[in-house]
């Protein structure tokens, strides 16, 4: 589980990183002013970018178990991790609703 926590670490690292770069090659190659030898050559210096560095990689992950499926972006935690703290009275503001 560590490794993947990592990875995904190294991920959020290199997409930052290449944002712009990837944001800038990206406005040309939707651009109508430019030329098919512009256009062609930012889809190749997109192609040469590292693969984790496109931001669609990264993965929304449990901040405790690590979990990646079943993750509240609004707390950050999956959700067996959002109901044990639920319970447990550990998130403020959040109760078990009853009616």
Known sequence: CKAVLNRNARRIKLAEKYRARRDELR????????TAEQK????????????DSCA??????????GRGRGVFRRFGLCRN??????????IPGVTKSSW
């Open 81 to 90: 991790m959002v109901r044990d703290l639920s319970m447990s009275g550990k």
């Open 40 to 51: 062609e050559a930012a889809l190749r210096s997109m192609q040469k970018l590292p693969r």
């Open 27 to 34: 406005k040309v190659l939707k651009s109508a002013h430019a």
């Open 56 to 65: 669609v990689r990264v993965r929304s992950r449990c901040a405790i178990t």
